[in-house]
Nanobody, 125 residues
Framework: QVQLVESGGGLVQAGDSLRLSCAAS????????MGWFRQAPGKEREFVAA????????QYSDSVKGRFAISRDNAKNTVYLQMNSLKPGDTAVYYC??????????????????WGQGTKVTVSS
């Protein structure tokens, strides 16, 4: 059973940076593409970033491109989301997701088989 545990969320001010981590266990992390999604209060969950199994291919939503960076360390079974120049509009619960053995990246929720419980990020103005 794959387990994903996010950490690193918190309360920051606009312009600050945060790094989220997602530790995976119980699966084949190194063979799976991984993604980050977020859900703001009162809104549907949306795609943020994705990374291929070896880290060579990444994809970002337009709203975070140039500010966020996704990376992974397969030796540590961990995927990261470095978030810079945070804005109040980035306030959300952030979820990491595992493509369950599929190595190609995707921005679609239904392509991901496993999800973490989320970590909350609040950006004040």
């Amino acid at each position: 059973q794959v387990q994903l545990v996010e950490s690193g969320g918190g309360l920051v001010q606009a312009g600050d940076s945060l790094r989220l981590s997602c530790a995976a266990s119980g699966g084949t992390f190194s063979t799976s593409a991984m993604g980050w999604f977020r859900q703001a209060p009162g809104k549907e969950r949306e795609f943020v970033a994705a990374i291929s199994r070896n880290g060579g291919i990444t994809q970002y939503s337009d709203s975070v491109k140039g500010r966020f960076a996704i990376s992974r360390d397969n030796a540590k079974n961990t995927v990261y989301l470095q978030m810079n120049s945070l804005k109040p509009g980035d306030t959300a619960v952030y979820y990491c997701a595992d493509r369950a053995g599929h190595w190609t990246i995707s921005s679609l929720e239904y392509d991901y088989g496993y999800w973490g419980q989320g970590t909350k990020v609040t950006v004040s103005s």
